[in-house]
């Protein structure tokens, strides 16, 4: 059995190079992320802007009626 040094110090270094630039670039995507990322997505909005979110304090065992019209609105426009 014949080892080609050369030949495997080569497939090491091209393993070694992807691994590293793998890395690097992983860690520049998430370096982005967090840069373009709003600080407080969920932040109570300023200026004109309205924070559009209902408040329900209705249980979902008595509200099967509003259950099925959600779903069928759901179904038809996806929403």
Not at 51 to 66: C, P, Q, T, W, Y
């Amino acid at each position: 059995m014949v080892f080609h040094v050369r030949k495997w110090m080569g497939r090491f270094r091209f393993l070694l190079l992807f691994a590293t630039f793998t890395f690097v670039i992983y860690h520049l995507l998430v370096f982005f992320k967090d840069w373009i990322e709003p600080l407080h997505r969920y932040r109570e909005p300023s200026g004109q802007a309205v924070k559009v979110f209902r408040h329900d304090n209705r249980s979902l065992f008595g509200a099967e009626d509003d259950f099925a019209q959600r779903l069928k609105l759901f179904y038809w426009i996806g929403e």
